[in-house]
């Protein structure tokens, strides 16, 4: 009988790391992905400023298949500005789709 309870267990604790791996590896997927799209629109929207940090998160939390992410830029005058995006995660990213800036709406 304890035989059957710690195969149940272990079998339990594999099922469990086996889920937070993926997860894990999926929001890295993702974000890696959508930090490529980001610097592509930068490249392109943006082709005055150098990128100086970037930062996008791996978790989709309004579930548009879109991440955050945001980008400092510097001109060549070592001007500065902050650029939030909303980028593709990997399957937007599969239909060519590419990033959005983000606006921050503020209360009037």
């Not at 267990?9 to 980001?38: K, P």
């Not at 930068?42 to 100086?52: L, N, S, T, W």
């Not at 945001?70 to 005058?77: C, I, K, P, S, V």
């Not at 937007?92 to 800036?101: G, M, P, V, W």
Request: charged share 20%; proline share 2%.
């Amino acid at each position: 009988m304890k035989k059957y309870i710690l195969f149940a267990l272990v079998f339990f604790i594999v099922l469990v790391a086996a889920y937070l791996g993926t997860s894990i590896l999926i929001r890295a997927a993702r974000a890696s992905v959508a930090e490529g799209r980001g610097v592509t629109f930068i490249q392109q929207v943006y082709a005055e400023y150098a990128i100086v940090g970037q930062n996008c998160q791996g978790e989709d939390t309004d579930n548009d298949s879109y991440v955050s992410c945001d980008f400092r830029l510097r001109n060549a005058q070592s001007e500065e500005r902050m650029v939030h995006l909303q980028c593709p995660g990997i399957w937007k990213s599969i239909l060519r789709n590419t990033c959005k800036e983000s606006r921050l709406m503020l209360p009037q």
